[in-house]
């Protein structure tokens, strides 16, 4: 079955530091792959995504993540965290054969602490 | 330039009542896909709507759960006979779809947040 992980429910990071969420991926075929945060009773705001070409993908708020075929992992990254990054984040695939359907990821939730 | 409007945003009812959920996509979007949360899960694909066509509906419930996009006016998710485990907050999104790309962002609103008393 396709499925997307992400293996941390909670991150912890202090303002400044780098951040890391991990999430991977499980599918048979060729996958994109995006990243969504999603703040209190709010909707998603995309993020990025990768399609094909250049493995590091830059998107918005100074978010990046990196495609890793070999270890079939998406990890977001950014290189100082905000205060204003706490939020729940949201790992998706859309697999090419099957159009639309995002499968998502469980979630993990970002705290940065002052 | 508005984004996705979904309405309303919060809808309560009764056991037994019939819950109607409306989704406006961005101006020039002419796909539209229904998603819900369900308290402590993740967000589950229900299915997804180009104008007048259920393209994928594989993530519906058997029973009660219907949806449409007519050639005019909102896609309107509808839930017949709620019952307390369809309390969840359901979200559309929506994308434009161009010349059969695959790729395209969806494009997510505020959503819905139903509770069933």
């Known amino acids: 079955a396709q499925s997307v992980a992400q293996p941390e429910d909670q991150v912890n990071v202090a303002e400044g530091n780098p951040l890391t969420v991990k999430c991977t991926y499980s599918v048979s075929g060729n996958p994109y792959l995006f990243w969504y945060v999603q703040y209190p009773n709010r909707g998603l705001q995309f993020l990025l995504k990768y399609i094909t070409g250049d493995n590091l993908v830059k998107g918005s708020y100074g978010f990046e993540a990196e495609f890793n075929k070999s270890q079939t992992s998406f990890h977001l990254k950014k290189p100082s965290a905000l205060v204003s990054d706490s939020a729940l984040y949201f790992c998706a695939v859309i697999l090419r054969a099957q159009g639309g359907k995002l499968i998502f990821g469980q979630g993990t939730e970002l705290s940065v602490k002052p | 330039n508005a984004g996705v409007m979904q309405n309303p945003r919060h809808l309560v009812r009764r056991r037994g009542q019939e819950a109607r959920l409306r989704c406006s996509p961005m101006?020039?979007?002419?796909?539209v896909y229904w998603y819900r949360q369900l308290p402590e899960e993740g967000l589950k694909f229900m299915v997804y709507l180009q104008k007048e066509n259920i393209i994928d509906e594989s993530g519906m419930p058997k029973e009660r759960f219907s949806a449409e996009f007519p050639k005019e006016g909102p896609s309107i998710l509808r839930i017949q006979q709620v019952v307390r485990g369809d309390s969840a907050a359901y979200f559309c999104?929506?994308?434009?779809?161009?010349?059969?790309?695959?790729?395209?962002?969806?494009?997510f609103g505020p959503g819905t947040r139903l509770t069933v008393l």
């Open positions: 101006k020039g979007h002419s796909h």
């Open positions: 999104a929506s994308s434009p779809r161009l010349a059969g790309d695959r790729t395209d962002t969806q494009y």
